[in-house]
């Protein structure tokens, strides 16, 4: 979603606004933006669509030293040159960039700025304005960011530049991730700490609604009443060239491959010297002390939400309730006596989930996230975290930190388990490494997986993955896959309930993709696609091996019955990946998507 990033220093600013922009392009976005300030005043460059399009209209000629930036994904009005950030006052004093959503603009609007003439369709046109409007009125630019930041309801991460004092950036917070970065004489301002790892990887965090006075030497952070905060710095513990695609042509495809690492580098992280499972005393006792277990999430974490479910309640015996995050936030289930959240996102930044965390926290209930990021909001707002360790996934379409997620429910399910005091005869740590091995014959099978793609994916409008108990929830994610990398329609749906309606649907060279791992629901899935065959679909089934028949198109190795969506999800990630590749689609950055979503 939205990105931002800021600079002050002393080197060339546009060239580091650009290119801390192209680090944030896989968060997706529609229009780009910057706007760079010198003694001719401050020059705003922005245009629909990608940075490349955006570099193609700065002026290299213009220098300058201080400097805002943005990646727009449309929510107040379409994609376009005008609504892209940053805007500006009608005196084009101040300038500004804004990640959110201001959900009370139209009020501010009629109460404070009625006769002021708006350019765009933007919430975000409202901010400078009114800073602009409270500065007229005698305020400094601190005291006006300051009163109009006070007025906002919604979220908002924003930059704003005084073309009358070009030595200061005023930055602010609510709800949306905001990070300043410090260096000798420069300081920096970026959503993400990826984006400015070109310049420092000393950080520090803002809270929300304070606000930050960053100039050359010092970044103040205030409250919005003006009362001045201390906070340290941390070092952002990540390795620029883990940003980078290396050889290989995207993201997507390298965060596959990475998969069996990422397994390795989570056995490494979670097994202590002598060999058992490695978890905070605090997580165990949060975990083995919950009546029922509510795991909150969002698209495929929610997927990986729904596998966790079946580990806990499978080698643990606690109940948990798998729900979408923008579901239960405003449908609340009646709750149980002592209830434990689980937040499980990748990105630790999806709003869905943080209004939910937001109201658990209000009922005194405990929560854990479960993330790639650990500094993220999500994880510093719930009272423990799990790391994931899948390093940076910068593809829109999430691999690796959903196999990771799983391997981390697998972990926490059977430390949950033996702290209960329940018999287990399931290692996860060792089990793991076998998938791990599982995991690498497949990326070294894409020519067979190119191939599947090609025959069952080429010309169909439409897919259907269909399977059960645990496969089905594999199923779901294969579907979300393909849909949002290839745009073809695909729909996950569990064996048995396709003859309830959805088989409608089946007409002749219709691809259905079935998936076997569990030998008790085998033969039942195996008869549901009969079923679909029998009514002319095209069908490309995953057995394992110890269940495999002649024509199943791929086996997957014999992996534990609870791991089994760790490494049969891969086949699905890969055909979808060759799938939408040969449909020319943008794999890494899909349409109308976003890495980090960060409005409701
Ligand atoms: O960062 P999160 O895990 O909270 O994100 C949740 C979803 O937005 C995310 O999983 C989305 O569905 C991915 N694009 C799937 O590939």
Same mark, same amino acid.
């Given at each position: 979603m939205c990105g931002i990033v800021g600079y002050i220093g002393t080197a060339d600013a546009k060239e580091i606004l650009l290119r801390g922009l192209e680090k944030l392009e896989y968060r997706g976005y529609d229009s780009a933006g910057i706007a760079i #300030?010198?003694? %001719?005043? !401050?020059?705003?460059?922005? $245009?629909?669509?990608?940075? #490349?399009?955006? %570099?193609? !209209?700065?002026?290299?000629? $213009?220098?300058s030293v201080v400097g805002i930036?943005?990646?727009?994904?449309?929510?107040?009005?379409?994609?376009?040159q005008v609504n892209a950030h940053p805007h500006q006052s009608a005196t084009s004093r101040y300038t500004i960039v804004h990640n959110g959503v201001i959900e009370n603009y139209e009020q501010l609007r009629r109460e404070f700025l009625p006769h002021v003439n708006m350019v765009s369709e933007t919430d975000t046109e409202i901010i400078v304005q009114l800073v602009d409007s409270f500065a007229k009125d005698g305020l400094t630019t601190e005291q006006a960011f300051r009163k109009t930041l006070s007025q906002l309801q919604g979220s908002y991460a924003t930059a704003l530049i005084d073309n009358q004092d070009q030595e200061t950036i005023y930055v602010g917070?609510?709800?949306?991730?905001?990070?300043?970065?410090?260096?000798?004489?420069?300081?920096?301002?970026?959503?993400d700490a990826m984006a400015m790892l070109q310049v420092t990887n000393e950080f520090v965090e803002?809270?929300?609604?304070?606000?930050?006075?960053?100039?050359?030497?010092?970044?103040?952070?205030?409250?919005?009443?003006?009362d001045e905060v201390d906070r340290g710095s941390y070092i952002a513990e990540l390795d620029s060239t883990d940003i980078e695609k290396g050889t290989y042509p995207h993201f997507m495809l390298k965060e596959i491959d990475e998969q069996p690492f990422v397994m390795r580098n989570i056995i490494s992280k979670y097994k202590a010297d002598d060999e058992s499972i490695k978890l905070d005393e605090d997580v165990r006792q949060a975990v083995t002390q919950a009546d029922r277990i509510y795991i909150i999430a969002a698209g495929t974490s929610y997927h990986a939400g729904l596998v966790g479910k079946e580990m806990i309640e499978k080698i643990a015996g606690i109940p948990v309730e798998t729900h979408i995050a923008s579901e239960f936030l405003y449908n609340m289930p009646l709750l149980s006596d002592n209830p434990l959240f689980i937040f499980i996102s990748q990105s630790g930044e999806t709003a869905d989930l943080r209004g939910v965390l937001v109201n658990v926290r209000q009922m005194a209930h405990p929560s854990l996230t479960i993330t790639n990021v650990p500094g993220s909001t999500l994880s510093r707002e719930a009272d423990y975290t799990l790391h994931t360790h899948a390093g940076p996934e910068i593809a829109v379409a999430s691999t690796k930190a959903y196999t990771a997620q799983m391997a981390v429910f697998a972990i926490l399910a059977v430390d949950a388990a033996q702290a209960r005091g329940v018999e287990i005869d399931f290692n996860p740590l060792q089990e793991l490494a076998i998938v791990a091995n599982a995991m690498e014959i497949f990326t070294e099978k894409k020519d067979l997986m190119e191939e599947a793609a090609q025959e069952y994916l080429s010309v169909s409008r439409n897919a259907f993955f269909i399977g059960r108990s645990i496969d089905y929830y594999v199923c779901m994610e294969g579907a979300l896959k393909l849909k949002e990398i290839s745009y073809i329609q695909a729909e996950g749906f569990a064996g048995g309930e396709l003859k309830h309606g959805t088989i409608a649907l089946i007409e002749e060279g219709t691809p259905v993709i079935g998936l076997a791992t569990q030998k008790d629901v085998n033969l039942n899935i195996r008869g549901n696609m009969k079923e679909v065959v029998a009514r002319g679909a095209n069908p490309c089934f995953i057995s394992m091996e110890g269940m495999e028949e002649e024509d199943d198109a791929i086996v997957i190795p014999k992996i534990h019955p609870y791991l089994t969506p760790l490494v049969s999800v891969l086949p699905m990630q890969l055909i979808s990946y060759y799938a939408a590749l040969h449909r020319g689609c943008d794999v890494d950055k899909p349409r109308n998507l976003a890495k980090s979503v960060t409005v409701e």
């Open positions: #300030a010198n003694e %001719r005043g !401050v020059h705003v460059y922005k $245009e629909k669509g990608r940075i #490349a399009a955006l %570099r193609d !209209v700065v002026d290299t000629s $213009e220098e930036g943005h990646t727009r994904w449309a929510t107040h009005g379409p994609p376009s917070k609510n709800k949306s991730p905001l990070l300043i970065g410090l260096a000798d004489g420069v300081n920096v301002v970026a959503s803002i809270e929300d609604k304070e606000i930050v006075i960053v100039t050359r030497e010092q970044a103040q952070i205030k409250k919005l009443n003006g």
